[in-house]
């Protein structure tokens, strides 16, 4: 590449950081606290949102994105206009929260909704586990993302990923029923 068109794709990236960033900020900010604001970027709305696709504490969840989103916006900000030199120690947490958490829950999901349905008695059997891996994959997460933030001894990071191995190992156990073959 020449000088100039790298000149010119480090301005746009700093225009694209710079507007994510404030966006995530707005609409993280309110969710976080609680703060009335529009009927999309409030707390409200997204607890309703939530609530609608029937997952359970709708509430609790809302002020967890609405976490996600301020604190990413202010990573974003900060990488294009450095504001904070205490907002990169988020990096970690951040890119465990997005990076594993995500996409974690992601392919529990879609795994969920997606293998084969039972014929007979519930459609997706018991469900025990499936809530067991939701719960260890989110406790592992927080563990450690939040770990190398806080200082936190390692035995703590390393305990949160033992709870993300736990999820694996819970979800393949509620799954298992549905994907092996039947008997004959």
């Not at 301005?11 to 976080?32: A, D, E, N, S, V």
């Not at 990076?99 to 349905?117: D, E, M, S």
Request: hydrophobic content about 55%.
């Amino acid at each position: 590449m020449s000088p100039g068109w790298e000149a010119w794709a480090n301005w746009g990236l700093f225009f694209l950081r710079l507007g994510l960033g404030l966006i995530f900020l707005t609409h993280g900010y309110p969710k976080m606290t609680g703060v009335k604001s529009g009927a999309k970027a409030s707390r409200e709305g997204l607890a309703d949102s939530i609530r609608r696709l029937g997952l359970p504490f709708p509430v609790q969840f809302a002020i967890v994105i609405g976490t996600i989103q301020f604190f990413g916006g202010l990573m974003l900000l900060n990488k294009g206009t450095p504001l904070a030199s205490w907002a990169w120690r988020l990096l970690p947490a951040h890119v465990e929260f997005l990076l594993i958490g995500w996409t974690a829950q992601f392919i529990l999901g879609v795994g969920f909704w997606i293998l084969p349905r039972f014929s007979r008695g519930p459609a997706r059997g018991n469900e025990l586990f499936a809530w067991l891996a939701l719960g260890l994959v989110n406790a592992g997460v927080c563990l450690a993302g939040i770990a190398p933030v806080l200082n936190a001894p390692p035995s703590i990071a390393l305990l949160g990923r033992l709870a993300e191995a736990g999820a694996a190992i819970a979800f393949v156990l509620h799954t298992w029923p549905r994907v092996k073959p039947l008997a004959q």
